[in-house]
């Protein structure tokens, strides 16, 4: 949050356009499903995963503050569960760990039931999973000998999650152009030959 205020003076400072990398995070558990732009959300204050959402929360109103008092162009980006190639092999989110255990036969690590959604965003996509389902889309191309295995599900865990990219379409003209199936095999393919090289680095 700091780093959003000395960022945001800076912009002002030399009349820069400034866009903040916000996150669906700031949604947290919502109760209406299909997330607009105009909901205003429902995060726990007080949970482990609080401070993140809270401070892209709190960034966001600065942003918006500095829009308000100082006329600065700012733009806010709500990103939801990104990935695809070059996303980090072990940086515990889903599509990582899961592409990376199936290629490894290890066991597929579902926390809780694995009826949880999230819309996957190959750079943006309102198409809806269940943890479960994406577990097999990545399982079965793979022909992964992978168990799966149930954990606990970690706190304060949103159970559901998907954009409304109608404003999105409407104002700015944008859609996905990359679908869901495609996006994960162009990433099964970026891990593949990511241990590969570990693996001939390691012979
Ligand atoms: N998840 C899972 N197994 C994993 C990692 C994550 O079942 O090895 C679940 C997690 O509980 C959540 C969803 O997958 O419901 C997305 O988790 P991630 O950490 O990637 O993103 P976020 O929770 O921030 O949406």
């Keep these: 949050m700091h780093g959003s205020i000395n960022m945001l003076g800076l912009a002002k400072r030399v009349k820069a356009k400034i866009l903040q990398a916000s996150t669906s995070e700031v949604y947290g558990h919502p109760e209406v499903h299909s997330l607009e732009e105009s909901y205003w959300g429902r995060v726990n204050p007080i949970g482990p995963r609080s401070c993140y959402d809270e401070g892209k929360r709190c960034a966001e109103t600065l942003f918006l503050d500095y829009r308000r008092q100082h006329n600065l162009s700012i733009k806010v980006a709500r990103i939801f569960n990104t990935y695809g190639p070059r996303m980090q092999a072990h940086d515990g989110r889903v599509v990582s760990n899961f592409i990376v255990q199936a290629l490894t036969g290890r066991p597929i690590s579902i926390f809780g039931d694995g009826k949880q959604t999230r819309s996957f965003c190959y750079v943006g996509n309102p198409v809806e999973f269940t943890i479960m389902e994406l577990a097999e889309t990545i399982i079965e191309p793979i022909g992964s000998k992978s168990s799966i295995e149930f954990k ?29 199936r495609e996006g994960l095999s162009k990433t099964i393919v970026y891990f593949d030959n990511l241990l590969r090289k570990q693996c001939d680095g390691a012979a």
């Design 152 to 180: 606990p599900l970690p706190m304060d865990d949103p159970r559901q999650r998907q954009p409304g990219i109608g404003r999105a379409r409407d104002t700015l003209g944008w859609s996905p152009s990359v679908q869901p």
